[in-house]
């Protein structure tokens, strides 16, 4: 009986693993760590911890000398996936029931790869930008990660949301840890294929938490591979404190103006808004309402362009992602509603550069929580911040002026 045929896929990845060298700006096998040298089982080697309190599909639990970060998807019967962080220098601990099998990844990581831009924001922030060896590609809005793959010191592995990555260049990269998106634990191809490569894959998935504050704690995530749980708290707690300070005061104010916040459908005169997502709860914190809000429901839902010129009546604002809605004339027969006939439909993309199909909105967005939500009290309620300077939000028809703002601090 004649034997199958070896998938190309396969016979290049072979070739990739025999021949790769480390990517420049990769850590050599020798670069030190902050390895154990004299290992102590009564010592807690790690006495910063994560400070969850908002996130549903993350969690890190502390044993002493390795750490577990736990992915899971609530909404799908919970499935899960684990993750045992070792200290460098440190025994393998016995792992046992579902940890018998999990992968074990050694920490700090010297270097990262991620095929979505959200975990490579989190690194930038965290400050280890210099550590990124793979990247989706080129379309990113910060300079400080465009510039490792202009250099050639990030190799592009490719981005997709379902798909694979590029195999070949991740094993040439080989980052200490990698961050694959995927939209399934269950059915989640290419993190199985990367650990059956041997490549030390991690499963990201923030869209998934309804909450604000939910979303900016992946950035725990990321910190967690670097034993940076300190810095994290301490710019998460930042986050936060200004982000929950706002928010009572805009929703203490006596009126809350109503926000249509809409994406365009699969279908024509069809749209995707907000039900029990993360938008949702940012207009209300906000001091506004939006119309479909509802926190038992879906992500989101689909409605007619019928339904949003009934619900639009007597908007204060209308907020897409949607490029499309920048033309006069291109929203059909929602052109018709007051609000944006009279220039008060807005999108998200100030921070943008679209020669290179870069916007920092699907990058910073979810992290730096709390300047999202000034661009929305200042929309909503501008008397609570009379001299604020949009960062995100702008008129969606404004001329597109090709003008970069740079990262800020």
């Known amino acids: 009986m004649s034997m199958p045929a070896t998938p190309s896929w396969m016979l290049a990845i072979c070739c990739a693993i025999a021949s790769a060298t480390p990517a420049s700006g990769s850590a050599e096998p020798g670069e030190r760590r902050d390895c154990i040298s004299d290992f102590d089982s009564g010592t807690d080697y790690f006495p910063a911890k994560a400070e969850i309190e908002h996130a549903r599909g993350l ?75 793979a990247m989706g590609g080129d379309g990113l809005y910060s300079t400080e990660l465009r510039e490792r793959w202009v250099t050639g010191a990030a190799v592009a592995i ?113 749209w995707r808004v907000p039900e029990n997502s993360w938008i949702a709860e940012l207009i209300d914190d906000a001091g506004g309402r939006t119309p479909w809000a509802d926190s038992g429901g879906a992500p989101s839902r689909i409605v007619t362009t019928e339904q949003i010129i009934s619900a639009g009546i007597g908007a204060a604002a209308f907020i897409t992602t949607t490029a499309a809605l920048n033309e006069p004339g291109s929203a059909g027969a929602l052109e018709s509603v007051r609000a944006i006939r009279e220039g008060r439909l807005y999108d998200v993309h100030r921070r943008s550069r679209p020669v290179h199909n870069a916007y920092d909105w699907y990058e910073s967005a979810v992290v730096e929580v709390d300047r999202v939500l000034e661009d929305f009290v200042a929309l909503l309620h501008p008397e609570l911040l009379p001299d604020h300077a949009f960062r995100h939000l702008r008129p969606a028809r404004e001329p597109e002026t090709g003008a970069h703002q740079p990262n800020e601090p």
């Not at 949301?161 to 998106?181: C, I, M, R």
């Not at 910190?223 to 930042?238: D, I, P, R, T």
């Not at 200004?242 to 994406?263: C, F, G, I, K, N």
């Open 158 to 270: 490719g981005e997709s949301f379902h798909g694979q990555p590029n195999y070949e260049k991740l094993l040439t990269a080989a980052p200490d840890v990698v961050f694959l998106s995927t939209a399934s634990l269950d059915r989640a191809e290419s993190i199985s294929r990367a650990r059956a490569l041997g490549l030390p894959a991690v499963p990201t998935m923030s869209w998934i938490e309804p909450s604000v504050l939910g979303q900016a704690e992946w950035i725990y995530q990321v910190a967690v591979f670097f034993n940076a749980e300190a810095k994290a708290n301490e710019v998460l707690g930042a986050i936060k404190k200004r982000y929950q300070d706002l928010s009572a005061r805009a929703r203490a104010r006596p009126e809350r103006p109503t926000v249509v916040w809409l994406d365009s459908a699969e279908q024509r005169d069809q």
């Open 59 to 133: 969690s890190v639990s502390y044993h002493g000398h390795y750490k577990v970060l736990t992915v899971t998807r609530p909404d799908r019967g919970g499935a899960r996936d684990a993750v045992v962080l070792l200290q460098c220098g440190a025994p393998a601990p016995s792992l046992e029931g579902e940890l018998a099998a999990a992968p074990v990844i050694i920490v700090p990581v010297r270097t990262l790869g991620a095929n979505e831009d959200l975990s490579l924001n989190r690194t930038r922030v965290l400050g280890f930008v210099d550590r990124v060896v």
